[in-house]
Every structure is written in C-alpha cells, then in structure tokens.
C-alpha cells in the first residue's frame, strides 16, 4: 500500500517533460535550458537561452533582425558535488535600416549575471556572503567555485561596495562614539607600518567605518559627511590617550564629552613603571636587565596589581626592590601606579574628580622619579577625560573587540595589499549589513577587471 502511495505522489511530476525539469533544477526565470554536458569528471555545462521578445530600434523604432548568436561561459553555483557552468546563448541584434546608423547591441539580464562579470548574480552573491559574513578566505571559495583569485575579489568588493551604500539604517543614531586604531600592513624594504582607524558605536559595539591612517585627518573626514543632528546627538567621545583623536573630537564634535579609556590610563602608568625600572637597572648595575638581577627578576610582579600578590609575592617583590633599588625610584613608580588604580574604585566622580587633582600635582614633586612627574603631567592633561569615565562608563572595550574581528579578517586572508579591500571585508564582517539586502543590490565594478572563467569543451 505504501508503494501506490508513493507513486501518487510522485505520479504529478512523471508528467514534466525533461526540459521543464532542467528548467526548474536551473532556476532562473526567463531561460530555456538548451542542453547538459559533461566535459571532464567534476564539471558540468548548462546551455540556456534567455527568452527574449524581438526589441526595436532605439533610434527609429524599426524591429530589429538578427545579427548573430554567440555563447558567453558564466561560472555558476556547484550542483551535485559538481562545479557548474552556464554557457548561455546570447543574441546580438542590429536595425535592418542602414542609414539609421545604430550599430548591433545585445540585450542584458541582470537575473542571470551582471554585464561584464563572469560570475552569475547568485554565485556573486553567495561569494560575498562566505567571504563577507563568515570570514571565510579568497582562495577557498574560489577553489569551491573553480575560478581564480581576482574573480572572487572583484565580486566580493563590488557586491560589497553596493550593499553598504544601500544600507541606509546601518548607522543609526550613536550616542558614545569610540576610536581606536590597528595595524593595516607593513610596507615596503623596512616594513613601514601602516595603520588605520576603527570609527565603532561604543555602546552597541558595531563598526561604523574604516578609515586610513591614525592621524586626524582620516575620522574628521567622515565625521565631516555625516548629518549635523547624527553629530550632535554624541554626547561621549571615547579614545585612548591619543593627541589627533583628542584634535578630532574637539573639531567635529565640541560638545560631545571626551572619554579616556580606562586600560589606556593605566597602561600609561605600567609604561612609565617599566621605564623606570629599566632606567634604574642600567644606571645601577650597567647593563640590561639579566635573569639573576633583582629588577629583572621582579619585573612581572611590579606589573601585578597589589591585591592580587598573596603574603608570599608580597614579601618577594618587597626584598627584590630592597636588593635592586637603592634609591626607591622603583617603588616610587609601583606606588603611583596603584594609585592611579585606586581611581577607578571611588564610585563618586566629585571625589574621584578631587582625588586626581591631588594625585596629579603630588606626582609631580621633584623628589620623585621622571618617569613618575612625567605621569603626573600626564593626569593633569588629561584630568577631565579621566574623569569622565565616572560618568559615561564607557571605554574602549568594544572597539578593542573590533579589532579583534578585523584581525581574524586579515589572517584569513594572509594580508592586505589596497586598503579598499581592507576596508570592505572588514566592514561586511563587523559591520554587520543587513545581508537581506543582498538579493536586492546592483554590484559597482568601479573599474575592477571582470575576472576569468575556465573554458570547457
């Protein structure tokens, strides 16, 4: 009983001929599937035409006649564990009039693959998808699609490219904008580096944009093409202890409130410590640091915060510093910078505010060590963004976890050699686009070669 049940249901589709059945495996609409083969094991070949009604002149309106027919090779998605290859049979019209003077022209279907691309629309779209979204490498889905590097490269770029112009709502309103940069590449005989700035929402942790370089000049730029009422509705500018952020958030948006990073601050605070360590090894024993000195021995635990050494590191780092510091520079500096983390545990931000005032001017007495009053000139510069954080606890922590995104990019795809490249894969995959779009966008080639397809038969 259950196998004439069986052919019941199958008994509606023993009734397509072969051609209607190709026609739906193709899916494309508008097609007539002229035939399949088989040229080497792992490849097929698609012969369709698209059905087109004879058009007329644009010129003088005469019906056109046919000029020729010639077949173009598009790469398509793999079917059947196998690659596939449209081969599609276009025709080339002209105007039967000779003196209209309108040479022959074919028409375009951008449903089956855009003008002057190799790939078709839905394997361009599927490319940009694996390699966008997921982070996946060039070369790996141009080996799935059985096409060469720059093939795939071209369509992720352009798909790209058009999918975040026509994302509208990608960028909503911000209220904490952060900044914070990464290494691009390294160029050149010396390797130069290279860098560039992530613009992210230090909220909802999305990237903006990705611009060039670290300066200022880069984040004032596309801060200059946004809309007045998307500027003015900052109200916290996050950055690290960086001079050209600090000159771009005072430019474009002066009446955002400046935030310094808590990590950067006291960052700060351990570089100044290990470079007074570092000073005072070489002035006392002449030399760097060796495994059996007593700075270099301590050299970890002076980085460790206090309440973390239990009695045993307490008494170590204490008779390390007794031996290795003559003149208490070193502890000097471990002191200032726990006191520069004690400022992060006052909850109130009007003691906090006083609390920095004191430590700013008391680290800057001269009997303390260079690297301790250079500190000390440091808190006072930055006294208000410091204090800040009190307010709008917001730090740079969700830029830092687009960095790490962007890195995952660059090592998937071994490095960048153009920054556009760079910028687009790294905002498909962090910028998070609304991928339903894709469907809907028409790639810009933006002068890019079309790529190549394997000839077959």
């Keep these: 009983m259950e196998v004439f049940d069986a052919i019941r249901v199958w008994e509606p589709l023993l009734e397509f001929d072969a051609t209607r059945m190709c026609e739906l495996l193709v899916g494309l609409p508008d097609v007539e599937v002229l035939g399949v083969e088989r040229p080497e094991p792992g490849w097929l070949i698609v012969m369709i035409a698209a059905i087109e009604s004879r058009p007329s002149c644009a010129r003088c309106g005469t019906a056109a006649w046919v000029k020729d027919r010639r077949t173009v090779d598009l790469t398509d998605l793999p079917a059947f564990d196998q690659r596939v290859v449209l081969r599609v049979l276009r025709t080339r019209w002209c105007c039967p009039r000779f003196r209209c003077g309108v040479g022959s022209w074919t028409l375009e279907h951008p449903e089956i693959a855009p003008a002057g691309h190799v790939l078709t629309t839905r394997a361009g779209r599927w490319a940009t998808e694996q390699v966008g979204r997921y982070a996946r ?36 309103t911000v209220r904490a904008l952060s900044l914070d940069e990464t290494l691009f590449k390294r160029q050149g005989r010396w390797r130069t580096q290279r860098w560039s700035t992530q613009i992210v929402d230090a909220r909802s942790g999305q990237l903006l944009e990705v611009v060039e370089g670290r300066d200022a000049a880069g984040p004032a730029r ?37 935030v310094a990073d808590p990590f950067h601050v006291v960052k700060h605070a351990n570089t100044k410590l290990d470079e007074c360590r570092r000073r005072v090894q070489n002035e006392t024993l002449g030399h760097r640091g060796r495994k059996h000195d007593p700075l270099y021995r301590c050299r970890r635990l002076l980085l460790r915060a206090e309440e973390r050494l239990d009695h ?21 500096s471990w002191h200032a910078k726990e006191a520069v983390r004690f400022f992060y545990d006052i909850p109130n931000p009007t003691l906090a505010g006083r609390y920095l005032d004191e430590l700013g001017v008391d680290l800057q007495d001269t009997e303390f060590p260079p690297e301790v009053r250079s500190l000390g000139r440091t808190l006072v510069r930055w006294r208000d963004q410091i204090v800040n954080w009190h307010r709008a606890r917001a730090s740079n922590g969700p830029a830092e976890a687009i960095n790490n995104l962007v890195k995952r990019v660059k090592r998937g795809a071994f490095g960048f050699r153009r920054f556009r490249h760079y910028r687009i894969r790294s905002l498909l995959y962090a910028g998070r686009p609304d ?3 894709l469907a809907t966008v028409t790639p810009r080639w933006g002068g890019m070669p079309p790529g190549r397809v394997r000839r077959l038969g």
Aim: aromatic content about 10%; hydrophobic content about 45%.
């Design 222 to 258: 596309w801060l200059a093409e946004r809309p007045e009422d998307w500027l003015r509705g900052i109200r916290w500018a996050v950055m690290d202890l960086s001079g050209p952020y600090r000159a771009t958030f005072d430019t474009m948006v002066p009446d955002a409130e400046q």
């Design 435 to 437: 991928w339903n779009l």
């Design 137 to 172: 490498s060039i070369d790996e889905v141009a080996a799935a699609l059985g096409v060469d590097w720059h093939t795939i490269n071209t369509a992720v770029v352009a798909y790209g490219e058009a999918l975040l112009a026509a994302d509208d709502d990608r960028i909503g």
């Design 312 to 332: 045993r590191g307490t008494e170590k780092l204490t008779g390390l510093l007794r031996a290795g510091d003559p003149r208490g520079e070193v502890a000097y």
